[in-house]
């Protein structure tokens, strides 16, 4: 079993986030060391889409990150962002600190 996050905390509720969005699929945050005016988090929220990195994808959670780049792409054109930078991080050599696959979402721009 893969070591439970402090981003499964954030999806579960047991610690606090500043959390701008979510529906069935997906939660947005802040980060909560922002490099940009705005950076976001974006992850998965159900079970069967939860994946370590990149990495580590397989058939069944493939669609994870067109998932989440997708809901960024809406979130932004709902908050009238023009120009944002999307990243993954992948493994500890990428620069991965929290293995709960997230799509950083970063703007000069603020929301
Ligand atoms: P990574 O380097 O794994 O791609 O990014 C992890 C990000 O999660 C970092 O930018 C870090 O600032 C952020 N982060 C780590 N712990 C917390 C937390 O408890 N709450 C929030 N909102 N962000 C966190």
């Known amino acids: 079993m893969p070591k439970e996050t402090i981003f499964h905390k954030i999806v579960n509720g047991d610690i606090p986030a500043d959390v701008v969005y979510q529906d069935d699929d997906v939660l947005i945050f802040k980060d909560i060391h922002p490099k940009a005016p705005t950076h976001l988090l ?7 889409d939860f994946v370590q990195s990149i990495a580590d994808l397989t058939d069944a959670t493939s669609h994870v990150p067109a998932l989440l780049i ?5 979130f932004a054109k709902e908050h009238g962002i023009d120009g944002y930078k999307l990243t993954f991080h992948v493994g500890e050599g990428g620069g991965q600190e929290v293995f709960y696959l997230h799509l950083h979402f970063l703007s000069q721009q603020t929301i």
């Open 42 to 48: 974006l992850i998965a929220k159900r079970k069967e």
């Open 70 to 74: 997708s809901k960024a792409q809406i």
